[in-house]
């Protein structure tokens, strides 16, 4: 059984901590980048089947990088989930970049990780089929689909 590989993409140190013991105690296979460009190089080495993308990071901001993934015919269909501690302006983050999920920090790993799960469960490469994830949020916590 191959495990699924997730990227982490968050400049914070204790962000990337907690997520990737929670995925890997849940048995993904996950590495981490601190910055946007770091993500670009890490994404084609690794070749994650899911991306966990800060939006505010030096370099490359979020948004910069889903940009350039699903601007790549060979990226464009491994699901994004964004994370931020700011609350979604539609006006300046496009939904035309096909992002899967909008979370916003603080989050509960448990329904992150149940996301993670729903997303993986309904990919292209997945034997399920697509599904839409109906992970129940907090109120601190705000997802948006396309």
């Known amino acids: 059984m191959t495990t699924a590989r997730v990227l982490i993409v968050d400049d914070d140190r204790v ?13 993904y296979t996950v590495e981490v980048a601190s910055d ?20 505010m990071m030096p370099k490359l901001d979020g948004w910069q990088v ?9 990226r464009r269909d491994v699901p994004i989930v964004m994370l931020s501690a700011k609350q979604r302006d539609p006006e ?3 939904d035309d ?4 999920a909008y979370v916003t920090k ?7 990780l149940d996301l993670v799960a729903d997303l993986l469960a309904s990919s292209p490469d997945s034997s399920e089929g697509p599904a839409v994830p109906q992970v129940p949020t907090s ?3 705000e997802r948006h689909f396309p």
């Open 36 to 55: 946007g460009e770091e993500a670009l190089t890490q994404f084609d080495a690794f070749q994650p089947q899911l991306v966990l993308l800060d939006v």
């Open 15 to 27: 962000i990337q901590e907690l997520l990737r013991v929670n995925l890997e105690l849940e048995g």
């Open 106 to 112: 603080p989050f509960d790993p448990i329904k992150l």
């Open 139 to 141: 109120p601190e916590s």
């Open 66 to 74: 889903a940009r350039r993934l699903k601007g790549s015919p060979e």
């Open 97 to 100: 970049l096909g992002v899967a």
């Open 92 to 94: 300046a983050q496009p």
